[in-house]
């Protein structure tokens, strides 16, 4: 009997592929559909089998995904993977850098604005209502009025 949770010359299941990158079967016949991964031909009234590539490549797509990349950023590096594109990948990739830096810029900003709206709780203790609560408010009225 074959084991589908280790590769074998045959290759693996999606069960076993799933198993050896953490991911779901549903994840990995999601990226099939966006085109990520490769669907492999299902021998005449066999299973389909996944290669070391195939794990690789899965590998890679959540590696990326841990760095911040979209599936379609991570599509478009996937087609750079022909060792002569490092000059757009290291593009992309610094697009994401400027991306994350505003971003960190953006949760300092809410950082400072949390840790004033903190510092104004801590400093009315027993008033009937809460600064926070009443500062969220008041910034919620304000953004619906301009809305309309």
Do not use: W
Not at 43 to 50: A, D, K, L, N, Q
Not at 63 to 80: K, M, T, V
Not at 121 to 146: E, F, H, Q, Y
């Amino acid at each position: 009997m074959h084991d589908t949770h280790t590769p074998s010359r045959l290759g693996m299941t999606i069960g076993g592929l799933a198993r050896s990158a953490d991911v779901n079967v549903e994840t990995i016949r999601f990226y099939q559909r966006k085109g990520l991964m490769p669907e492999p031909l299902r021998p005449s009234g066999g299973i389909r089998r996944y290669a070391e590539a195939d794990r690789s490549r899965l590998h890679f797509i959540k590696s990326a995904q841990r760095l911040g990349f979209s599936l379609d950023d991570i599509a478009d590096l996937l087609q750079l993977d022909d060792g002569a594109s490092c000059a757009q990948a290291r593009t992309k990739a610094q697009a994401k850098l400027a991306d994350v830096r505003a971003r960190l810029v953006d949760l300092s900003r809410i950082e400072r604005a949390l840790e004033e709206l903190i510092g104004l709780c801590n400093a009315s203790r027993g008033k009937v209502r809460c600064p926070l609560i009443t500062t969220l408010m008041d910034s919620a009225s304000s953004l619906a009025d301009s809305s309309t």
